[in-house]
């Protein structure tokens, strides 16, 4: 028995069908592709930073004979924290200085206390004020990093760092940090933390959560404990 061969092909009706659903599937998939590639592009820009300013650190103690009195914890001490930045940038083109409540052009602006917790964001430390309240200069290095070094002499061992400056998105926990110095207890190296005044936005994240899978937290002394 001969049987006639038959061609199959898709209809138009199903072609547009199929279109269709492929078309939702990108439309409901696509920001969160997008989210996570910006996360990832962000966190790696955030790692390249430590891992430069916390050589950078290590190298100006060398130099330095032991650690600069800027720090938080343990005692606190603030008497050496203008040696310690101006040291610290002259490892760095810095293209210009600029105060951040004064001079809104050369920084970007950020959402306040009451914003983040208002739009689910985390803010840890309730004593912990807005950028305003400290006064900070901001130095914008060569490569678009934002550094804020707060006006107050005693309060100089806590910086923010905007790793992606003007191109944004400018969050909290997505490539805004706000950092301090911290030395390890009975030790002569500092620890560079978010321990003071935690802040990050809806679905950012803290200091520790970008660097734990980077870093090993036991052996690196310039984490997060």
Same mark, same amino acid.
């Given at each position: ?13 199903e072609v547009l069908i199929t279109l269709g659903i492929i078309g939702v599937v990108a439309v409901l998939t696509l ?33 330095? *004979?032991? !650690?600069?009195?800027?720090?938080? +914890?343990?005692?606190?001490? $603030?008497?050496?924290?203008? %040696? ?12 210009k200085i600029c105060n951040y409540n004064t001079d809104k052009s050369c920084a970007p602006v950020y959402k306040s ?30 490569? *678009?990093? !934002?550094?804020?070094?707060?006006? +107050?002499?005693?309060?100089? $061992?806590?910086?923010?760092? %905007? ?15 706000t950092l301090n110095l911290s030395p390890q207890q009975n030790a002569n190296y500092v620890k560079i933390t978010d ?31």
């Amino acid at each position: 028995m001969r049987f006639k061969n038959k061609n199959f092909a898709f209809t138009l009706a199903e072609v547009l069908i199929t279109l269709g659903i492929i078309g939702v599937v990108a439309v409901l998939t696509l920001p969160v592709v997008k989210s996570k590639i910006e996360n990832y592009v962000l966190r790696n820009q955030f790692l390249k930073f430590y891992a430069s300013f916390s050589s950078t650190i290590k190298n100006m103690e060398y130099e330095n *004979g032991g !650690i600069f009195k800027c720090y938080y +914890y343990p005692g606190g001490e $603030y008497s050496e924290c203008n %040696d310690f930045w101006n040291k610290f940038f002259e490892h760095y083109k810095v293209i210009k200085i600029c105060n951040y409540n004064t001079d809104k052009s050369c920084a970007p602006v950020y959402k306040s206390k009451s914003q983040i917790i208002a739009d689910g964001g985390a803010w840890l430390n309730p004593s912990c004020s807005d950028m305003a309240h400290f006064n900070y200069s901001a130095h914008v290095l060569a490569d *678009g990093t !934002i550094v804020y070094i707060s006006g +107050y002499v005693h309060s100089r $061992y806590q910086f923010v760092v %905007d790793i992606n400056g003007h191109k944004g998105p400018n969050k909290w926990g997505y490539d805004v940090f706000t950092l301090n110095l911290s030395p390890q207890q009975n030790a002569n190296y500092v620890k560079i933390t978010d321990m003071i005044c935690t802040r990050y936005e809806k679905g950012g994240r803290r200091l520790k959560n970008v660097l734990l899978n980077n870093y090993n937290i036991n052996r690196n002394p310039f984490l997060y404990e």
